[in-house]
């Protein structure tokens, strides 16, 4: 579901700069136009040359722009910046050589400033209001001026010349100061509307993500709790099978003692799964030191498999701190436990530690770790990289750790192997 999420937003970020792209491609389109006009109708004296360079810039950026989106590579947020910069530095070179701040097209600006307050984040639109302000700013001084523009007749000084501050005129300071008026509250406003709407979507998003993974996990429950009533009978009739068959050969009596003690622990979990149901509706779950909790679990893994070796290292002999563990998630580090064991024949490198928050336990296989192209999936139900088995094993312990308020993450190890590491909040005793 993260993964579909992450695709949407790629998705959403390449179709707003296709929209971009063809904004622009309208705003060439007038621009060639009104050029036209000018030259053919009304016959302007103006700087053709720059403007035809500023078009044919706005041509290249967008032809560049068509090819890029054709490609795999996703959209950030900086490269959004970047295209609306190349707008504001293409319109900037033809309000230069057309009227500067008296031309009345400057107050296109602001349509780059509101994409950029509604797609990107606010460091971007307020870098570009800024930008569009300053460059406002300086067309109020620097720029060609054009008679059929000009408001006040003499008021500007012969082309390529700087316009006088003292008879600059007060309609044009008008449009100066609506238009910095507006770009501040456009980038306020905006802005922060779009950031309102981008928080709600991804809570909405997360919201939905976790139902989906509580349906999952409910339907697990019922199907383990179905699978549990079932396997009462079997299991006793396999334990009445075993305490009638005689063997005199020593090594078939090692082997029916070994399958007994594998039905007894079968019937075991079993029975704590009914008492861990009861605790659940209690919320009573007592304190427990995290290395003695970690050797505990340990040594009932030895007992399913007692071929199976592991290095433990604790971090300091003095008193680990607690947690308060139940019965799921003793279940979720044997599911990891035997997925690494699953992986190599050597024996497992465990290391538990901690700091002033958290417990932290790692375990290391020597296996051929995690391929890239289901690293993504690991976690969610059905999905195995061991090519046998459900897939139920890092789902359940994924549900597990995160109701525990703890986290997993899996990673391939830089020497060989995979490494899972597991954090667990210390828990707090009670206060009477």
């Known amino acids: 579901m993260a993964l579909q999420i992450i695709m949407a937003l790629l998705t959403a970020a390449k179709a707003n700069l296709q929209r971009l792209a063809l904004v622009r491609l309208i705003v060439i389109g007038g621009e060639t136009a009104a050029l036209t006009y000018a030259y053919y109708w009304l016959r302007a004296d103006l700087r053709y040359a720059g403007l035809l360079a500023a078009i044919a810039l706005q041509i290249a950026a967008t032809t560049f722009t068509f090819w890029r989106l054709r490609k795999s590579w996703p959209v950030t947020d900086g490269e959004f910046f970047a295209q609306l910069l190349l707008d504001v530095g293409g319109l900037s070179l033809l309000l230069y050589c057309s009227g500067g701040a008296t031309n009345p097209f400057v107050s296109y600006y602001l349509v780059p400033l509101a994409i950029a307050g509604a797609v990107l984040p606010s460091r971007y639109t307020v870098s570009l209001a800024a930008t569009c302000i300053g460059v406002y700013t300086a067309l109020l001084f620097f720029y060609d001026p054009l008679p059929l523009l000009s408001p006040l007749p003499g008021a500007h000084q012969h082309m390529g010349h700087t316009a006088s501050a003292e008879i600059i005129n007060p309609h044009v300071v008008g449009m100066w100061f609506n238009f910095t008026l507006s770009a501040m509250l456009i980038t306020y406003v905006v802005a922060r509307m779009a950031n309102a709407l981008r928080e709600q979507h991804d809570e909405l998003n997360q919201r939905r993500e976790q139902a989906l993974h509580n349906e999952q996990l409910l339907a697990v429950a019922t199907l383990a709790a179905g699978t549990a009533h079932e396997l009462g009978t079997p299991l006793t009739t396999m334990k009445i099978l075993l305490d009638e068959m005689p063997a005199d050969d020593p090594a078939l009596r090692a082997d029916i003692d070994m399958l007994k003690q594998q039905v007894h622990t079968c019937h075991a979990t079993l029975k704590t799964l009914v008492a861990t149901a009861e605790s659940h509706q209690r919320q009573q779950f007592p304190l427990q030191a995290a290395d003695k909790f970690?050797?505990?679990?340990?040594?009932?893994?030895?007992?399913?498999?007692?071929?199976?070796?592991?290095?433990?290292?604790?971090?300091?002999?003095?008193?680990?701190?607690?947690?308060?563990?139940?019965?799921?998630?003793?279940?979720?580090?044997?599911?990891?436990?035997?997925?690494?064991?699953?992986?190599?024949?050597?024996?497992?490198?465990?290391?538990?530690?901690?700091?002033?928050?958290?417990?932290?336990?790692r375990i290391r296989d020597r296996g051929a770790g995690v391929a890239l192209e289901i690293a993504e999936q690991l976690g969610k139900p059905f999905v195995t990289s061991k090519g046998k088995g459900l897939g139920l094993g890092l789902f359940l312990s994924h549900a597990t750790i995160e109701r525990c308020g703890g986290d997993i993450r899996l990673y391939n190890h830089p020497e060989g192997g995979t490494e899972v590491v597991l954090r667990l909040p210390i828990a707090e005793a009670d206060h009477a």
């Open 294 to 361: 970690v050797r505990a679990v340990l040594e009932r893994w030895q007992i399913v498999r007692p071929t199976a070796q592991y290095h433990l290292q604790v971090q300091s002999p003095v008193q680990a701190p607690a947690l308060r563990p139940d019965e799921t998630l003793q279940q979720a580090i044997l599911n990891l436990l035997n997925n690494g064991a699953d992986a190599c024949d050597e024996p497992l490198d465990l290391k538990l530690e901690w700091d002033t928050r958290d417990i932290v336990l």
